[in-house]
């Protein structure tokens, strides 16, 4: 590496660790170093068009739909009656209401793209019927955190969407791979929190079990949702939609569902958009600022020069990957997911498929990781905002994730070991 | 000891008037902004009816709606992005690591403020300077995208000077009124201090 590589890679370091946004530090940081190479007039060329050409794209349009999609499911109360039937269910079983609110979180990622969304909704719902119970807020706060990560791998993931446009990999392909680790997780959680109840009955009480009646009355707020994730499946798979506008078509019909069956108010429907306008604004600054540094990486020729050190070392692949894995798991402590992803990826990305690894299972993998870094200290964004919202302390937060982390990683060793965990229903589509 | 009496008002310094002014100049822009905020949601609105009605038009009714994807992907996308960020700068709701602020210093927490605003102010203006020199040429050409419809460029290209315009106004103002500020968005604890 040149010094003017090496001087803008810590230009960009250090913008970061001042608080400088991410976007507006790779953005500076990949002009300053495009500056250093190659001058003034390429910068102002890149500038012309970067920008424009990171917002202008259909196949983005999805990042800003899936977003609105759960937002209009948790401003429309399907979230919250999701929940009151996942609890009239299951809340009788040893830590029932935590189990509750893992299942109630996995319908909620079928159509949540963003982990922090599902968790804050989660937060206000579950926690204080939790502690109404008597669970301990170390369980129920620690739970709500992981049981929130199941949205970034349960599709439609916003994380797994924006891999498929950095790597050029194929979106349908990508979504569908992040079913079964989904479950998997989803199930490794529930049998976590089983376990964790029945050694220390004092954090969950056993809360006696509903009558029949208002279980099954239950059900019946419960099909809105159902209604949705079927729906736009069914549109996915007849052809009616793509998956870039599975979206738009899911917010479409939420809303219309929402509007039917709620007493949602027009200033709700306003809120849900504006939050949206919010957190696509955030995602795609990180973007901008991205393609500018990749400006720079692409004109220096850092990604070759790290494939072809590595392979000039005669590394064993598996090696290689573990380094990576760890990497990810390290980086996830102490970043956001998406810096993560814009990061890395074009550095990691190449490595790894020149390694022979599946693109598809790469992608999953560093979902998973990035799924781990949202809970472990000390920058676990789900843990803050349980904490935000339920007035948990974050140390008594990171206690209770800390007991559920061994799911994550047992799971992220059986994706390794067995890739066909994660490619064997995309190979069964005709994408 | 300072009096708590019915002391007669104090008459504002010139440095209060123009900060009253500054402030005033703020808040005319923060409505501003927020119009073009606005423009943003109602755009992630227009853009699901569109999306939407396109493919269910397509396959029930073999009939799409023209145009459709150079609309969402040439213009709403572009509007709803540009015209939110200077909004999101405002709300200090950009991503960014906190980790490390807590252990600066006061007096470096003011010099990185500065940094954290200049960088991008920088960065920023000459985005908006390239935009805007491609938008006017798109105007002045009249250039137009051949496809089903002849969509004009202009209004393509126009809100990346437009929302990179805004972030560099509410930049600059971040900087005259509340340069101590700090990058993690914390209020002063003393107004005007770090000038």
Not at chain 1, 37 to 52: D, N
Not at chain 1, 56 to 83: C, H, K, N, Y
């Amino acid at each position: 590496m040149t010094p003017e590589v090496l001087g803008t890679i810590g230009l960009l370091l250090l913008l970061l660790a001042i608080g400088m946004p991410i976007g507006f530090a790779l953005g500076c940081a990949g002009i300053v170093g495009l500056l250093l190479v190659s001058g003034f007039p390429l910068v102002k060329g890149i500038l012309l068009t970067a920008p424009y050409s990171s917002a202008a794209s259909f196949v983005l349009s999805a990042v800003p739909m899936f977003i609105l999609m759960a937002e209009l499911a948790s401003a429309g109360g399907m979230t919250r009656d999701i929940f009151n039937a996942a609890h009239k269910w299951l809340g009788s079983f040893k830590g029932g209401l935590g189990i509750a609110t893992i299942m109630a979180s996995a319908v909620m990622a079928a159509v949540s793209g963003s982990s922090t969304a599902s968790a804050a909704a989660m937060s206000k719902l579950a926690i204080p019927e939790m502690r109404k119970y008597g669970y301990s807020d170390v369980f129920s706060a620690g739970i709500v955190s992981v049981a929130g990560t199941l949205a970034i791998m349960i599709p439609p993931s916003i994380i797994l969407i924006l891999y498929g446009i950095l790597t050029e990999t194929n979106i349908a392909q990508l979504l569908i791979a992040g079913i079964v680790p989904g479950l998997l997780t989803a199930a490794g959680y529930v049998v976590s929190v089983y376990l964790w109840a029945k050694t220390s009955p004092e954090v969950a009480p056993v809360i006696s079990s509903f009558p029949l009646k208002e279980r099954i009355t239950s059900l019946r707020r419960v099909w809105p949702m159902l209604l949705v994730i079927v729906g736009v499946l069914l549109a996915i798979y007849t052809g009616v939609v793509t998956p870039t506008e599975a979206g738009a078509f899911g917010s479409f019909i939420t809303l219309v569902i929402v509007m039917l069956i709620s007493s949602i108010k027009l200033a709700d429907i306003e809120a849900a958009l504006s939050r949206t306008a919010v957190t696509t604004g955030m995602i795609f600054t990180v973007i901008i600022g991205a393609m500018i540094f990749g400006y720079f990486l692409t004109y220096t020729r850092v990604t070759q020069g790290l494939v072809s050190f590595v392979g000039s070392m005669n590394l064993d692949r598996g090696l290689v990957l573990l380094v990576i894995v760890l990497f990810y798991v390290v980086l996830g402590m102490f970043m956001d997911q998406l810096a993560i992803l814009f990061l890395t990826v074009p550095l990691t990305f190449p490595l790894a498929t020149s390694l022979g690894f599946d693109p598809v299972w790469f992608g999953v993998i560093i979902t998973k990781t990035a799924e781990i870094g949202l809970v472990t200290p000390p920058v676990g964004m789900n843990v803050y905002v349980v904490s935000s919202v339920t007035g948990v302390p974050v140390e008594r937060v990171f206690r209770g994730t800390g007991r559920l982390l061994l799911v994550e990683f047992v799971v992220l060793m059986l994706l390794i070991v067995f890739p066909s965990l994660v490619l064997w229903l995309p190979s069964r589509m005709n994408f | 000891m300072r009096s708590r009496g019915l002391a007669a008002p104090a008459r504002p310094t010139p440095m209060g008037k123009g900060r009253t002014r500054v402030k005033s100049i703020k808040l005319l822009y923060d409505r501003l902004e927020s119009l073009f905020y606005r423009l943003s949601v109602i755009g992630i609105f227009v853009m699901m009816v569109v999306v939407t009605g396109d493919s269910v038009g397509r396959y029930f009714l073999r009939s799409p709606i023209k145009g459709a994807f150079e609309l969402v992907q040439n213009y709403l996308m572009v509007m709803t992005v540009f015209l939110s960020i200077s909004y999101i700068c405002r709300i200090n709701a950009h991503i960014r690591l906190e980790m490390f602020q807590k252990f600066f210093p006061r007096q470096l927490k003011i010099v990185i403020t500065y940094v954290n605003t200049l960088f991008p102010l920088a960065m920023f203006f000459i985005i908006c300077h390239q935009a805007t020199i491609r938008a006017l040429e798109a105007w002045n050409n009249k250039e137009v995208m051949i496809g089903v419809v002849s969509w004009p460029v202009f209004w393509s290209y126009v809100w990346v000077p437009l929302g990179t315009g805004l972030v560099c106004v509410r930049l600059l103002l971040d900087l005259i009124d509340r340069p101590c500020r700090p990058t993690n968005g914390e209020k002063c604890e003393k107004e005007g201090q770090g000038r």
